[in-house]
Each structure stands twice: as C-alpha cells, then as structure tokens.
C-alpha cells in the first residue's frame, strides 16, 4: 500500500473539494495524507467571509467539509501562511503534490477618476467587513449618506446591494459582523441603485438572487419594466432564450411587475449605464455614468451621461488572485493547464484556476477534475520530515481541527441566546486563547 502526502493550500471550498476527491479515490493500494494549510485561524473560505449573512442554507454546505476535515488522515494546520511560516519550495520538497486552492481576494478596480475617493470601496473590502473577516473590521465605513450605489450586476453586487437595503432587523439572527449589524442599525441609506454597464440580458446576477428580491418585507425593489421588455425583444431576436437567460429574465420581470409598497427603503437597478467618473469633494458626492445602447447585439456608448447623488461607492466588478511567490501569474490567475502547474509538484483549484465564477459547487466538479490529473501524475511515495514539527521549531501557533472545533463551539454557544448561528470571533489573539 502507498500513502502519498499531499498538502492543500486554502481551506475554502476548492480546496476541501480537493481533499474530498483524494480521499474518495483512496483503495486498499493507495491511501492519501492530506495536510490543510490555512492562513486564518478559521478554515471555510468564502462560505465563512463571502456568502451573504442572510443566505444561511447557502452555508449549510460547512457540514460537508467537517466531514471531509474528520475523516481520516486529515489534519488541518490553520493560522499557518504561505510565504511566511513556510514556503512553496518547502511545501513541494516534502509533499508529493501540493494543491493551490487561495482564490481570488484582491478586488478588481474601476480604472476611473474619483475611484480612491473616501466612501467609495471595493466589494472585496466591503463583503469581508460585514462577514467578520479579521483582516478587514478596521476598514472605516460610512452609512451616514442616504443613497448608495453598487456597480456591477453579478451576485457579489446583489449581496452588497441586499444587505445596505434591507431592515437592519433582518440581520439580528444571522452571522453579520457585530460590528457590521450596529452600523447597519444606524444606517442613513435608504435607497440603494445597482448599476450594469450591460443590459438586463447580459446580466450575471442567478436567477435564484433576483428572485427572492420581490419577497422582501421591508424593502421595494425597482426594475424599470419598458428596459426588461427591449431587452427581452433583444435577446429573443438573437435566436431561442437559454434556459437561465429565459428564468433570469422573466425573474427580472417579477420584480419590475411586483406591487410596491411604499416602504422607506429601496433597490433600484439601472443598465447599460458605464460608470465614468466618481465626483467629490474630499468623499463622494456622485457617480456619472455614460448611458449606453444595444444595437445586434454591440453595447455602445451614446455619448450621453446621467448621475446619481450618493454618498457610498462599492464596486463589486470581479476579483483576482493575490499573487504567491514562486507561482506563475497570467490574468489575474495561476497560469496552469487544467489545473496542472507547469514543471512542478503543484496543481490549482478553484477561482485561483479559474478565475472568479461559479457557485460554490462548481467547486466539487473543478477540484475532481483537477484531483485526477494528480493521480495519474503520482510515482512512488516521497519519505520526508513531517510539516508539523518544522513548524513547531519556528514557533508557528497553529489551530488543529480540534482547536478550529472549540472555537467554532465557542462562536455557536455566543450565538444560541440571541437566535443567531454564531457570533463570530474577529481577534486572532481571542481565537487563539480558545485553542
Ligand atoms: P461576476 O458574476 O463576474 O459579475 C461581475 C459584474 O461586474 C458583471 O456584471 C460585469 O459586467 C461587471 N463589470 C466588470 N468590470 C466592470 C467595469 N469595469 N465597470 C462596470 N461593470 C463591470 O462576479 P461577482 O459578482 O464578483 O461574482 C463572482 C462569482 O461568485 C460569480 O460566479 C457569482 O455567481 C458567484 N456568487 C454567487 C453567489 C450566490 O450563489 N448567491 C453569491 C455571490 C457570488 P460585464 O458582464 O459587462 O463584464
């Protein structure tokens, strides 16, 4: 029988769907040691700090990896960096493979004038606040300014766009940052415009998202009905509607059908609107944007602008990689065939191969994929010293899956009085004082 070692780097979901592959290839001739190494103390990627507080069965997904995480043969070595406590080279010299699942966390930026003005953030920055991310409750957010625009219309700027309109009440039993919900609470913001420089037929939003806005209790949402009709007219003369373009369109028309109810606080979207140039005075004040057309199918500019007053900013226009050092970049992502990593033990999973798309689930098939890539590259078993003890000799702090457990507890039973899932910690040092 062969144990071969592998390390995966990035508890996210593509890297547990990693582990989950090798473990479920595993035979009475091949076993796999898999060694998780995670920056954070906490280990689920996005489904901790990206997925949306009020999208709580989105996160059920967690029970799948705590079962991955126990099973055996598999240790988790979080509050460990990559490039810090130990690197690449080190990782590759001791594992047999070395899987790369860190994702895309850096924002993509606008290119426009006013973009750095105060008030005007990046998803990338603004999604992490709100979801307790560590390295992100310091970031200064305003809500004293009654209009908001989020630009982008994929479901990164539906979630950012949802959580500044709804009624911060909304919030009290779920995950938001502490911090997060009391700033909510005293939000000024009362309508939120999302902007696609697109028309509704190109959109990314899913159509699952656009049609839960329609069921909001508290909040109107505004979706002109003449831009969904053209756009309908539009893509329907291009041929027969795809499936989700169909189910999304017809979601878009819901809402721009759906009765309205007076209340305070509304969403609007706005297409085919260009955002151009971000004004203020020392913050913003304004957002121009150039109004766009379709025509066969181009979008084109009409040379003509609009602006809407407002006091926050968030882009939420995709992501890419933080690079790693060693690690051949191209577009944002880790150059790589399939997953593969040119001349090397490593191999790529998840947004850090692909980019920033999919649910979360497309993660199960990508990391499979890429997983049996590896198997077939795999020879005799490497004999080496154990990640465990090096990291100990450099006084690294690292939280087991025992001591991810009791933290993971601690935040569960902080939550339980107030009807909230958890109360997530923030503080390293508190986490780590848990352990
Ligand atoms: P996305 O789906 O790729 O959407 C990005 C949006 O930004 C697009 O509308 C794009 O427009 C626009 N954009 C790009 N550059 C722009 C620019 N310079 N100016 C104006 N607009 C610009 O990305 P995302 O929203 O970050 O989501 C990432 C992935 O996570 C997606 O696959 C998404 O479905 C997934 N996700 C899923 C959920 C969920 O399932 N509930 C929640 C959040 C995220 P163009 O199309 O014109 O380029």
Not at 34 to 43: K, S, V
Not at 171 to 181: K, M, Q, R
Request: with cysteine; glycine share 10%.
């Amino acid at each position: 029988m062969k144990t071969f070692k592998v390390a995966i780097v990035g508890a996210g979901p593509a890297g547990y769907f990693a582990a989950q592959a090798l473990q479920n290839s595993q035979s009475e001739d091949i076993k796999f040691s898999i060694d998780m190494i995670e920056r954070l103390p906490t280990p689920w990627g996005l489904v901790r700090s990206g997925v949306a507080p009020d999208h709580p069965k989105i996160k059920t997904v967690a029970k799948v990896f705590e079962k991955i995480a126990t099973a055996e043969g598999f240790r988790l070595f979080g509050n460990i960096e990559l490039g810090k406590d130990i690197s690449l080279e080190e990782l590759e010299s001791m594992y047999d493979a070395v899987v790369i699942a860190t994702g895309s966390s850096r924002g993509r930026k606008l290119g426009i004038p006013g973009e750095d003005l105060p008030g005007s953030f990046s998803a990338a920055d603004f999604v992490p606040w709100y979801n307790a991310h560590p390295d992100f409750a310091d970031v200064e957010i305003s809500l004293d300014c009654n209009e908001a625009v989020v630009i982008g219309a994929g479901n990164v700027a539906m979630d950012v766009a949802r959580m500044l309109a709804l009624e911060p009440s909304e919030l009290d039993t779920t995950d938001t940052a502490e911090h997060a919900l009391s700033k909510l609470h005293t939000s000024s913001i009362r309508k939120v415009h999302i902007c696609g420089r697109r028309g509704p037929e190109h959109a990314a939003f899913t159509s699952p998202e656009l049609r839960e806005l329609p069921k909001l209790e508290h909040t109107d949402v505004h979706i002109d009905q003449h831009q969904i009709s053209e756009a309908i007219k539009r893509a329907e003369a291009q041929g027969e509607l795809p499936k989700d373009l169909k189910s999304n369109l017809e979601a878009m028309q819901a809402i721009a059908e759906a009765e309205k109810k007076g209340h305070e606080r509304s969403m609007y979207f706005h297409f085919l609107a260009t955002p151009l140039e971000i004004k203020g005075d020392g913050r913003v004040e304004e957002v121009v944007f150039g109004i766009n057309e379709v025509n066969d199918g181009n979008v084109k500019a009409t040379g003509e602008t609009f602006s809407i007053k407002c006091g926050l900013v968030v882009s939420a226009i995709g992501y890419q990689s933080d690079e790693i050092s060693g690690l051949p970049y191209e577009g944002g992502k880790v150059k790589n065939e399939n997953g593969r990593i040119s001349g090397r033990n490593s191999y790529v999973v998840g947004w850090a191969k692909r980019g920033p798309s999919g649910v979360i689930g497309t993660n199960k098939s990508d990391s499979t994929d890429v997983m049996k890539l590896l198997l077939e590259d795999l020879k005799e078993p490497k004999s080496g010293s154990d990640v465990e003890k090096l990291l100990e000799e450099r006084g690294a702090k690292i939280v087991t899956q025992s001591d991810w457990e009791k933290i993971n507890a601690h935040e569960v039973a902080k939550g339980e009085p107030h009807g909230k899932p958890r109360v997530k910690l923030i503080s390293r040092t508190e986490m780590l004082g848990i352990k």
